[in-house]
């Protein structure tokens, strides 16, 4: 495998990588282009190991023997390989891990494909913060959850920041856009789960009594940051479900809320 030495941050080979930190551009410009970035060659190799097809490694130079032993196996990918300068330059962060990926996004499933292989999904409705997707992949991840459902307007799980704060769980746990919505939520209810929507609304059911003998089919559904979910989702087939809180203090937010969640109604087996 051979490198190819970059110096000018202007060279057309590197436009996948430029203003990383530019939120608004990114979340248009990756999806339009089929891309998402990983960071790292861990998070690399995860994305390998998921069956995910790179279309450009970027390194620095230190890192040459690093990207030589993972990309090994994909020797018509390009790695292109500068000073950790040249690299902050592009991005527009100091890269700290020296070893970024332009990687091919997956054809996402069906939701129903997603839903048919699991007895606990995680539901998010709607999350705008893309550090607290990434932290309910891990919580869902860690605690035996297997896979997780998007509302359409959901961040992008594979966004950098997402990969990152995930620990690279959302390029392993199974996950999908659920459409129409909130008609998903309904169809998961049909498909026999019990369908529990986090709130604080007081005389919703509490979520201890549910954790002591829990459904065998469990959809967890955490609603947006600050406002929570929206009617539709606490409509129809949905169970309110609460954690009890103390000293005034009326609401966790998304990412603790999914980890307690999730904690309570792990599978147990």
């Known amino acids: 495998m051979g490198f190819i030495d970059v110096a000018d941050p202007a060279d057309p080979l ?6 990383l930190t530019d939120v608004a551009l990114r979340s248009r410009r990756e999806p339009e ?3 998402y970035m990983a960071e790292g060659a861990k998070v690399v190799q995860r994305a390998l190991a998921a069956g995910h097809r790179p279309r450009s490694v970027l390194v620095e130079h230190k890192r040459s023997e690093a990207a030589a032993a993972l990309m090994e196996a994909w020797p018509q990918v390009p790695v292109l390989r500068g000073s950790a300068q040249l690299l902050q330059q592009v991005t527009g962060y100091r890269v700290h891990r020296g070893f970024l990926a332009a990687m091919h996004r997956p054809v996402l499933p069906e939701a129903g494909d997603v839903a048919a292989q699991a007895r606990r999904l995680l539901v998010l409705e709607d999350l705008v913060d893309h550090t607290n997707v990434g932290a309910a992949f891990r919580s869902a991840a860690a605690l035996g959850f297997d896979g997780v459902l998007i509302s359409p307007r959901c961040a992008d799980p594979l966004y950098r920041r997402s990969i990152k704060v ?8 199974p996950w999908t856009v659920a459409q129409p ?3 998903a939520l309904s169809d998961l209810a049909q498909s026999g789960f019990a369908v529990l929507a986090l709130t604080p609304d007081p005389g919703a059911v509490d979520l201890a009594v549910l954790a ?3 459904p065998a089919r469990v959809a967890v559904v955490i609603g947006t940051e600050g406002t929570g979910l929206t009617a539709g989702a606490l409509a129809g087939p949905a169970v309110a479900v609460r954690i009890p809180m103390r000293n005034g203090i009326d609401s966790l937010n998304a990412a603790a809320a999914t980890a307690v969640a999730c904690w309570a109604l792990r599978p147990r087996e």
């Not at 995930?166 to 746990?173: D, K, P």
């Open 14 to 19: 590197l436009a996948d990588y430029v203003g």
């Open 33 to 35: 282009l089929g891309l």
């Open 166 to 173: 995930s620990m690279g769980a959302v390029l392993s746990l």
């Open 181 to 183: 919505w909130p008609q």
């Open 212 to 214: 002591a003998e829990p």
